[in-house]
Structures are given as structure tokens and as C-alpha cells.
């Protein structure tokens, strides 16, 4: 356990509303990570952050946006909710000092579905 | 071509059987590699890492890493049935960011 909590555990919403999900961890980490997972597609990563404010994207961002005011929380935000977004999201923490390290750690993850 | 390619499985071992998983990549540029478990409806959990070319054993597991061919394996000794999980490879992609494969399922057979 890296301290890390997500809230909500479950959501179901519906197509159009938004959504935000949050992180929270309690043992100041600067590496910030969303993922979502699908069958077959393994954890895609939506947005990361390095630092309070700083945010960057990932490999499937579009309909998500970020923000981190504060070093212990990060939220995900979809704008709009489609039900392509019908999935687990989980949020990691990272140990990044430099290219070649790089652990990270779970939260345990937000079941979303959008109908 | 996905940049980190794992077989799906499920890959149906006895147990106290030898597991054995593994995960190709593309980047040759990538530093570092990682081994996590996932139970079903629970978050990944990271078991191995490694860094350098060879082996590195931790416990029952061994994680083998060549990177002229950019493959590295996943070695379960004596499985057991607790062992039965999905194994996610992870291998770094730029700074501070993983890229993971689609995992393979592992199930441990009494």
C-alpha cells in the first residue's frame, strides 16, 4: 500500500454529464499517473504529472483533463462522459528519478460506467 | 506492432510446475522493466524489476532480461494456485512514464 486513495471506488453515470475522479496520496510524490484499463488493451495511460501544475498528456487523453493544485491530490476529469469511457481508471504514483528508473504504484482503482 | 507484446494466455501450469512468461519490446531505448500481478478486480502489484542484462531472482521469482534481443521473461518456481493472476510486463518510455503490455493470464492447476 503507497498511500494512495481513489475516490469513488464506483461510479455510474450517464452519457453527457461530467465526471471527476480523484487521487490522493499521502506520502508527497512528485510522479502522478491515470491510467485506464480495458480487456486487451492492458493500462493505457490518460495524463501524468510531474509536479503541482504541471500536467502532460498520455497516450489517450482526448476527452480527459487534469489538475493538480496540491502535491497530495490529482484529479481526472471527463468533460463529457461517452460510454467509450465505460472502463477502470486507476491512479499510480511514481518513484521517477530519471530515465532508467521508474516504479510505480497503484491506487485501487474507480469502476466507471457511462450508459 | 504494439511496443510491448505479451501472450495472452491463459497459460495453464500444474502446480509446483515452473511458470514461464514473456514480454517483447520495440523501444530499444527503454532502461528499466517490470513485472506486475493482477488479481482479478484488484490493481496491478508490482513483484519484479530489473535494470541490467541477465537474471535476477526474488524468491520463487526469477526476471531475465536481453536487450540485443528485447525480451524479457517472467520465471514462477513451484507455482501455487495463489500464483493464478494476470502478470503485466512494463517497460520505461521516456522520463518517468511506463508503457505495459496487455498481460498474460496464469492459471495454477491443483
Redesign the interface.
Known sequence: DAGITQSPRHKVTETGTPVTLRCHQTENHR?M?WYRQDP??????IH?S?GVKDTDK?EVSDGYSVSRSKTEDFLLTLESATSSQTSVY?CAI?L?G????????????TRLTVL | QKEVEQNSGPLSVPEGAIASLNCTYSDRGSQSFFWYRQYSGKSPELIMFIYSNGDKEDGRFTAQLNKASQYVSLLIRDSQPSDSATYLCAVTKGWGKLQFGAGTQVVVTP
Request: aromatic letters at 26%.
Open positions: 510522479y499517473y486487451g488493451h492492458g493500462l493505457r495511460l501524468y510531474y498520455g486507476f511514481g521517477a530519471g530515465p532508467g528508473i521508474g516504479e510505480q504504484f497503484f491506487g485501487p482503482g
